[in-house]
């Protein structure tokens, strides 16, 4: 799957703010150079925004800035129908149990690109990554949750790299891009990049003072670091 460039490109090196829920936070993140800005909507997050939060967050972003990144878990199309309507994502980021099924049909009805959110502890879950490989445009491999987790993502947990330079991985991956997440910091991305090479990293518990709460300095530093290691122009 190719997505058009524009943003909602899934091909240029990806720096993505996620779990974003109050203007003055977007607002740091767009001027230290995020990439992509994601919005959680899902009831049990600490950082779930709801349908008219989207809608206001979404009206006071500047045209051409990032790309908004709409974020669920296993949402169904009245969940999702309205979400989308408030937000107007140029992307969609599913980070449930979602099917291969389900991804397509997801980007059909919404003709937008299909991040597909996989959780990673060991080679198991390196295989299943190839059918989600083949249907999403882009995948972003985060820590696989325990089992007595209250939400999927989000958890500052990271997991062992290492199961990402083998050829197994490749194999599963194949062509498809793939963005790191996962427990990263403004201290720990640059390494994260340079050992991995993902064409984007996505970051959320790392630059918090609280789940739920971002803190300025440390969303500057976590942009600065990535687009450093990216080697993108300040
Ligand atoms: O942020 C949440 O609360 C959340 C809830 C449910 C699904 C996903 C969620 N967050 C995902 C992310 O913020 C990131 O895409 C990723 O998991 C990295 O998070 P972190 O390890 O906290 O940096």
Redesign the pocket.
């Known amino acids: 799957m190719t997505a058009p460039a524009g943003p909602s490109s899934t091909s240029s090196p990806a720096i ?1 703010i ?2 974003l829920n109050r203007p003055d936070m977007i607002r740091t993140a767009i001027e230290a150079g995020a990439t992509h800005l ?1 919005f ?1 909507h ?1 009831a ?5 925004v709801d349908h008219a939060d989207l809608a206001r967050l979404a009206d006071g972003l500047p045209r051409g800035g990032p790309a908004k990144v709409l ?1 669920t ?1 296993d949402a169904d199309w009245p969940v999702l129908d309205a979400a989308v309507d408030a937000l107007g994502p140029d992307l969609l ?1 599913l ?2 149990h979602e099917t291969p099924e389900r991804i397509d049909a997801v980007r059909s009805r919404y003709r937008l690109p299909v991040i597909k ?1 996989a959780g990673i502890a060991d080679a198991a879950d390196i295989a299943a990554l190839k059918p989600l490989a083949a249907t999403a445009d882009l995948l ?1 491999l ?2 696989r949750p325990p089992r007595d987790a209250t ?8 997991f062992d790299w290492r199961l990402l330079s083998g050829a197994e991985f490749a194999a599963a991956i194949g062509q498809t891009p793939w963005w790191l ?4 910091t403004p201290a720990t991305v640059a390494d994260a990049i340079t050992r991995t090479r993902p064409q984007g990293v ?5 630059v ?1 003072s609280a ?2 709460v971002k803190d300025p300095a440390a969303i500057r530093a976590f942009v600065s670091a990535a687009r450093a290691a990216f080697d993108l122009k300040t």
């Open positions: 993505k996620c779990g994601g959680v899902f049990p997050s600490p950082r779930h974020l878990v980021q980070h449930g959110a972003l985060d820590a939400r999927p993502g989000g958890l500052g947990q990271a997440a996962g427990g990263l996505d970051v959320s518990s790392g918090e789940p739920g």
